[in-house]
């Protein structure tokens, strides 16, 4: 009888398995990159729109121009705003200086290149510049929602990356 020297079935499946797994976490590292990659893209989004929001407040009093945006009061009805407002405790008076922005505003203040889905929004309070993002961003088990919790949470990992270095 003549010996085979080819992969016996056994081998076989182990490589099959092995390469399955490859693959798997490969698919998982794309995954979590671009997760990343959009939730840096949101909050790079959110400090455009705070720069912009701070030069439009400070020509608004000294100038007495219009705030851009719409008044929240006039959309406070609308789902995702209504749900963001009830999800964030946000209290909204005529008086208030929140604002919301949809795709139109940000082309009329210079910021067109950010992408907005047509129901989402960013929501600017003009009395100390909170930027809120109506979708929200899912990092880890918590979504964000306000620029202050993005920087909360860098403050927090990088307190965690000191005391792990010392």
Known sequence: MKKENGLTHMTTIFLVIIILVLILVAVRFVELQYKNEESETIKTNMLAIQGKAK??????K??????AGIKISDK?????????LEQQ???????????VLDKENLKEIGLGNIELESDQYYIVNYDNLEILYTKGVQIGDNILYKLSDFNKLNEEKDFVEENIKE
């Open 62 to 67: 000294a100038l007495k121009k219009e705030l």
């Open 76 to 84: 406070k009805e609308e789902e995702n705003i209504k749900k963001l």
């Open 89 to 99: 405790n946000i209290t909204i008076d005529e008086n208030s200086k929140y604002y």
């Open 55 to 60: 030069i439009i407040a400070e020509e608004e």
